[in-house]
């Protein structure tokens, strides 16, 4: 393993979402992390290919059946010779298969149990289902985000799964390494997309305290209510980001555009907003794309390309940085952030579930022999040839 946290040993409880993508990250940067997925196929799921899953990069998967006694034995076992285990069921079900945090840190005190959830390991909506746009409702994040007169509008599921919820567990997780190594006692580390949502939210509630932000969604300087910090179509019907915020950026901008700023609103007088937005929208509108951010190269005018997924790739400073890589013939961001000491490498590819369980379980100290036992009992599985989900994995679901 290569990167800052190579000799960090994760035991995954394969789930979906923010959990995984935790888990992923860590493996990016270099940790040992096992993933622990379903022995049996769900009756329920829908089947889908672990080549596509990209989340579960760059780890072995072992199947195990976690309602097997001999099942709980070997994650219990192998969970004594963790500095970490990542689960993101439900609260309560991971005690009731046997192995909460109580079990596992009476048998390994240094180990970080990190719990991913959506509501919580406690609060009246505890145990209720939910998705991303759900915990960003109860935050408070999800009203200021939209237009103005319009109902709010969810941002696909990337800011409370993966902004409130995977990464604030990663933060959790890694601040409860650091503790344990000074201390030598593990922790449980309660990571809720609701909080972190929330948490998200802190910078705009400092400016409503202040009296800059208003309650009205879509008429603020950085929620599509400002002309200068929005997106705009183009003549071919691309679309361009506008967020020239600062004087000298909207007097690029305006340059850049052809527009005489003596003959406009102030940037900053709220009641000239209508009218100079239809002035900036009509002269993009003149002209495509790759027409404006050509002219604006180099201007400091802040416009930029709105790149689809595919040509994100492409873009020259995506090339030249090496953001994107490609594994087994998927383009995939590549490992962030960039370490000059410790460099990480590129990731390898999804695993199928079951794909390592000799090999993963060796390597982590189980016997041959109690393998083969595991085989035989049903305790354990080799691959399936499909990545399953449970209704009792994920963050509510």
Avoid at 1 to 19: D, K, N, W, Y
Avoid at 252 to 260: F, K
Wanted: glycine share 12%.
């Amino acid at each position: 393993m290569s990167g800052p946290l190579s000799g960090l040993r994760v035991v995954e409880i394969a789930g979906m979402g923010p959990a995984p993508f935790a888990a992923m990250v860590l493996a990016d940067l270099g940790a040992d992390v096992l993933r622990v997925d379903r022995a049996q196929p769900s009756r329920t799921a829908l089947p889908r290919d672990p080549r596509t899953d990209l989340l579960n990069r760059g780890r072995p998967s072992v199947a195990l059946d976690l309602k097997h006694p001999q099942g709980v034995k070997t994650l219990l076992t192998l969970t004594e010779r963790a500095d970490v285990l990542i689960e993101g069921f439900r609260p309560g079900v991971a005690e009731r298969l046997g192995f909460g945090p109580e079990v596992c840190l009476e048998r390994n005190p240094r180990l970080v149990y990190g719990r991913m959830t959506g509501w919580g390991q406690d609060g009246p909506l505890a145990s209720d289902p939910g998705h991303d746009i759900n915990y960003l409702a109860v935050s408070g994040v999800l009203s200021v985000l939209g237009r103005a007169n319009a109902p709010a509008t969810p941002p696909a599921n990337l800011l409370g799964d993966f902004g409130g919820g995977g990464m604030l567990l990663l933060v959790g997780v890694l601040s409860a390494v650091l503790a344990a190594r000074s201390s030598g006692e593990g922790q449980v580390v309660d990571a809720a997309m609701v909080d972190g949502s929330a948490l998200l939210g802190t910078f705009v509630r400092g400016f409503m305290a202040e009296g800059s932000w208003g309650p009205e969604r879509g008429t603020n300087t950085m929620d599509t209510g400002a002309p200068f910090y929005d997106v705009f179509v183009a003549s071919d019907g691309k679309e361009v980001a506008v967020g020239a915020l600062e004087a000298p950026f909207y007097s690029a901008l305006l340059e850049v555009l052809g527009l005489d700023e003596a003959e406009l609103p102030p940037q900053r007088d709220r009641a000239g907003w209508t009218g100079l937005r239809k002035r900036i929208a009509d002269r993009i509108a003149s002209a495509p794309r790759d027409h404006w951010v050509a002219r604006a190269a180099g201007t400091g005018a802040c416009l930029s390309p709105v790149l689809s997924m595919d040509e994100a790739p492409e873009h020259p400073h995506n090339v030249a940085r090496r953001t994107f890589v490609e594994v087994a013939g998927i383009t995939q961001p590549a490992p962030a952030p960039r370490f000059g000491g410790t460099p990480t490498a590129v990731p390898t590819p999804p695993a199928v579930p079951g794909e390592h369980t000799r090999t993963a379980l060796a390597r982590w100290g189980i016997p041959e022999a109690h393998i083969d036992h595991l085989l035989d009992v049903g305790a354990a599985a080799v691959a399936t040839h499909r990545t399953e989900r449970t209704e009792e994995h994920g963050h509510g679901l």
